[in-house]
């Protein structure tokens, strides 16, 4: 064999380890849903997210479809934020890319009579840098699973609702996701007369997946109101099938396929409950309990190789190791004070929140980071009231400020199958957001 057509052989051979073990990489999940690690509006997020039982309007879109049709009229929210990922794996930073992005909220009530409203609505989140991020690590190398890829994707939850007099409403919806699966990816390259040649023929489709979103709430009392909200399950699931022809004449020849099967950006179940009571006419608090199916978390990629080129091994697979990740319960509290004035209104928030880890310890073939949160958020907001003829319909303009201490935690794995692969993680996540809510 020439020296030169082996180098040929082994860069194309190289060139198809280096694609699958991308893919492997790749193909790990990532979790949870943007809006639920920070909340959908400044005021939202000023409250750790307990607004499950006080959102209406645009806001409601995501927290509690139910709210949509409760606004005094159409509404638009437009807002920014932007997070800084400070976290660390043994005492360096984890390289956790910052998330910023915008958010979109609409909500339009119609009355169809005196005691019923229709209501439209739509939350939208798009990142500034991403519509979805696929980052490339490892199952083996420590990194925080839920948090570096989660911030970095689109989401798209378009909702309706009915209200009964202001006292109770309905509302449902879906969050939309597309999955990736291929008819046809195929790839020849080789080498004839002594000159490469290549070529390929893609054909992938993207299915949407829908998630059902029901949200009720209801006020039993002048200063009580509460909600109920489900959230299915929704994953972006990968079905790639990828055939490489390879032809070197005197060398090798063949063919290698790579199937693969994995799921990104899973976002679990989950069922929440919210009750808030205004405890003074300008004081309100609000508290919610959401629980999570996280142990429906898929398993790590399912990547299978076969290689026909005449050289062993013929087949190379992964071994898929279970997640065994575990159910969790939310907690979140938020306080909201009101003080009115003749034209601008000022509202100051606060909460809290705590959010255990799912992630399993870590003793196996897989190394991922996480740890029990604590959410400490604060805020405020004013509402442009009566500023005619500047102002004829009110603005409301929030800020919402949170600081998440991911706690410490040191992962030992089974000394006698990994040793010297023991790992610390933890830190810190800040995020600052600003939004705009126009009345039309």
């Given at each position: 064999?020439r020296?030169?057509?082996?180098?040929?052989?082994?860069?194309?051979?190289?060139?198809a380890?280096?694609?699958?073990a991308?893919?492997?990489?790749?193909?790990?999940?990532?979790?949870?849903?943007?809006?639920?690690?920070?909340?959908?509006g400044?005021?939202?997020?000023?409250?750790?997210?307990a607004?499950t039982?006080?959102?209406?309007?645009?806001e409601?879109?995501?927290?509690?479809?139910?709210?949509?049709?409760?606004?005094?009229?159409?509404?638009?929210?437009?807002?920014?934020g932007?997070?800084?990922?400070?976290?660390?794996?043994?005492?360096?930073?984890?390289?956790v890319?910052?998330?910023?992005?915008?958010?979109?909220?609409?909500?339009?009530?119609?009355?169809?009579?005196?005691?019923?409203?229709?209501?439209?609505?739509?939350?939208?989140?798009?990142p500034?840098?991403f519509?979805?991020?696929v980052q490339?690590?490892?199952?083996?190398?420590?990194?925080?699973?839920?948090?570096?890829?989660?911030?970095?994707r689109?989401?798209?939850?378009?909702?309706?609702a009915?209200?009964?007099?202001?006292?109770?409403?309905?509302?449902?919806g879906a969050?939309?996701?597309?999955d990736?699966?291929?008819?046809?990816?195929l790839?020849?390259?080789?080498?004839?007369?002594?000159?490469k040649?290549?070529?390929?023929?893609?054909?992938?489709?993207?299915?949407?997946?829908?998630?059902p979103l029901?949200?009720?709430?209801?006020?039993?009392?002048?200063?009580?109101?509460a909600?109920?909200?489900?959230?299915?399950?929704?994953s972006l699931?990968?079905s790639?099938?990828?055939?490489a022809d390879v032809?070197?004449?005197g060398?090798?020849?063949?063919?290698?396929?790579?199937?693969l099967?994995?799921?990104?950006?899973?976002?679990p179940?989950r069922?929440?409950?919210?009750?808030?009571?205004?405890?003074?006419?300008?004081?309100?608090?609000?508290?919610d309990?959401?629980?999570?199916r996280?142990?429906?978390?898929p398993?790590?990629?399912?990547?299978?190789v076969?290689?026909?080129?005449?050289?062993?091994?013929?087949?190379?697979s992964?071994e898929?190791?279970?997640?065994?990740?575990?159910?969790?319960?939310?907690?979140?509290?938020?306080?909201?004070?009101?003080?009115?004035?003749a034209?601008t209104?000022?509202?100051?928030?606060a909460?809290g929140a705590?959010?255990?880890?799912?992630?399993p310890?870590?003793?196996?073939l897989?190394?991922?980071?996480?740890?029990?949160?604590?959410?400490?958020?604060?805020?405020?907001?004013?509402?442009?009231?009566?500023?005619?003829?500047?102002?004829?319909?009110?603005?409301?303009?929030?800020?919402?400020?949170?600081?998440?201490?991911?706690a410490?935690r040191?992962?030992?794995?089974?000394?006698?199958?990994?040793?010297?692969?023991?790992f610390?993680?933890?830190?810190?996540?800040l995020?600052?957001?600003?939004?705009?809510?126009?009345?039309?």
């Amino acid at each position: 064999m020439r020296p030169g057509r082996t180098a040929r052989a082994l860069g194309a051979l190289a060139a198809a380890a280096g694609l699958t073990a991308g893919l492997a990489a790749a193909a790990r999940p990532a979790a949870a849903d943007p809006l639920d690690e920070f909340g959908f509006g400044s005021a939202a997020a000023a409250t750790a997210g307990a607004r499950t039982a006080t959102a209406t309007g645009p806001e409601a879109a995501h927290h509690n479809p139910g709210g949509v049709a409760l606004g005094d009229g159409p509404a638009l929210l437009v807002g920014w934020g932007y997070g800084a990922m400070r976290l660390r794996i043994n005492g360096r930073d984890a390289r956790v890319l910052d998330a910023h992005g915008t958010a979109l909220g609409l909500a339009v009530p119609v009355a169809l009579d005196r005691a019923w409203t229709l209501g439209l609505g739509l939350a939208l989140y798009l990142p500034d840098q991403f519509l979805a991020r696929v980052q490339l690590i490892p199952q083996s190398e420590p990194h925080f699973v839920l948090l570096d890829n989660d911030p970095h994707r689109a989401v798209f939850e378009p909702v309706a609702a009915l209200a009964y007099r202001g006292r109770l409403g309905l509302g449902v919806g879906a969050s939309i996701l597309a999955d990736a699966r291929s008819n046809k990816i195929l790839f020849d390259v080789g080498v004839v007369g002594g000159e490469k040649v290549g070529q390929a023929e893609l054909d992938v489709e993207l299915p949407v997946r829908l998630a059902p979103l029901i949200g009720v709430w209801a006020r039993p009392h002048d200063r009580v109101r509460a909600g109920l909200t489900y959230r299915g399950q929704l994953s972006l699931d990968l079905s790639l099938d990828i055939l490489a022809d390879v032809q070197i004449a005197g060398v090798v020849t063949g063919d290698v396929l790579v199937s693969l099967r994995a799921s990104n950006y899973f976002t679990p179940a989950r069922v929440g409950g919210g009750l808030a009571v205004e405890v003074l006419p300008d004081l309100t608090l609000a508290a919610d309990l959401t629980w999570n199916r996280w142990s429906a978390y898929p398993p790590a990629a399912d990547l299978a190789v076969l290689i026909a080129l005449d050289i062993a091994p013929p087949l190379v697979s992964t071994e898929v190791p279970l997640a065994a990740f575990t159910d969790t319960v939310d907690g979140k509290l938020g306080v909201e004070y009101r003080r009115r004035g003749a034209r601008t209104d000022v509202t100051v928030r606060a909460g809290g929140a705590w959010r255990p880890s799912p992630v399993p310890p870590q003793i196996g073939l897989t190394s991922w980071a996480d740890g029990d949160r604590v959410i400490l958020t604060a805020g405020a907001g004013v509402t442009l009231a009566d500023w005619a003829p500047v102002l004829t319909r009110p603005i409301d303009l929030d800020l919402g400020l949170q600081w998440h201490q991911v706690a410490h935690r040191l992962t030992r794995k089974h000394v006698e199958t990994h040793p010297g692969q023991a790992f610390s993680s933890g830190g810190t996540l800040l995020h600052a957001g600003l939004s705009a809510t126009v009345r039309f």
